[in-house]
């Protein structure tokens, strides 16, 4: 496994302190986050999930806690739009460039509006999909938020 990536090569260029971290990813885990987490031995609460979803057609990113689901109607919210739905996963890879199970919210092919949920920046130390299955980043989540330009929302369930 490669420890290079399009999401550890913009969090160098952007200065961010990080590390890298692998683990053994199970393509038969029923909640890939939850997995992550338990495989790193971390709390489900500092490893946060990327997902693809749409807001009022348009294409958002959202990164939040493993253990926890999004509120569609909150995340639209965050957006200023009416609706939110989760993007198909055929849809999500051809956006970002990354197969699902590995979305990082760094590096992606296009860059989208993204959105990180706001009680994840009380972590001092978060984990993020490092773009590629198997492997995490870990930082402090505001680090995560300036890199990417996240806005900072109450997105959960």
């Known amino acids: 496994m490669s420890k290079t990536t399009r999401a550890t090569q913009m969090l160098s260029k952007a200065g961010v302190t990080f590390s890298v971290h692998a683990y053994d990813y199970d393509p038969n885990a029923e909640r890939v986050g939850l997995q ?4 790193l031995g ?29 509120s569609m109607k909150k995340l639209a919210a965050a957006f200023g739009g009416k609706s939110a739905a989760m993007m198909k996963p055929a849809d999500a890879e051809r956006l970002t460039g990354y197969h699902v199970g590995g979305i990082s919210p760094f590096g992606q092919k296009k860059h989208v509006p993204t959105a990180i949920e706001e009680a994840a920046l009380a972590e001092v130390q978060v984990y993020i999909n490092g773009g590629q299955r198997g492997l995490q980043v870990r930082l402090a989540p505001r680090d995560a938020q300036a890199t990417l330009k996240a806005i900072a929302a109450p997105l959960i369930a």
């Open 42 to 70: 971390e709390d489900p609460s500092r490893v946060l999930k990327t997902l693809m979803a749409e807001v009022d057609g348009k294409p958002v990113c959202c990164v939040v806690p493993s253990d926890r689901e999004v």
């Open 36 to 39: 992550a987490a338990e495989a």
